[in-house]
């Protein structure tokens, strides 16, 4: 995961380090009370790309306090053993929105090229030629005359309006609500609800980590702040529109 966030010449450094982060625990006093310990382990390579507390408390239904004591052990072993690569990862903290922005435009770029992908060698004999047919991105293989769908190995083959994924992906990362997506887009709350499940997942398993994580908290952050203007009185549900699109 830190392969595309920390320089070149640190990638040693943060491999040596998150080998050493067992023997760390099982020899430090600190972590007596941070049970599970097995987590530090699997946060460590979270600490090394600098991701806010919050985001790691969100990814292992943590509380942010205790994704933030966790995080500091880290990073105690981090300074002590590894000063430099320690350094990188402070420097980082304060570009962490940039990455998001980075990992944003590349995963629309990859949705963009996949969308409109005219070549495809056939998933069944490898042969090139194959034809696009109809809208929903299907091919047929002329050697072997099967048709196969490319969207099938990301599971997109199972959601439908791909002309609305692209805007979808924005409006996820603006963590706007299904209300607001249904509204916006068209598509029902339900839709929208498992389009958002796909995409992360999607994400995820694209290596978009830090994107995948920002667009939850963005929708937690937007939700709480609903919440709050509703119980403020300045929201009138379900038709405030003005405050619901308000940035
Ligand atoms: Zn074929």
Redesign the pocket.
Known sequence: MYHSILPNEQHSAAERFLQQVPALIAASSLCRRLKPVALLIDIAPMTLIALPHSLIANKFQLSPRAAQRRDNVIRQWLAQYEPDLYQVVLNLAQTTPAEVSRQAQAFKLWLTELLGTSVMP?H??G?LSTVRIGYRLNFR?R??R?TFNPLKKYYLDKLSHCELWLPFVDLLLQGETFKTINRQLGINTDTAAKWQRYFLGIMELQGFLVLANYCQIKRRQRCRQIWLDVQAGTTFLPTGKSHFRSK
């Open positions: 056939c069944y004999c042969s293989c050697t072997c099967r």
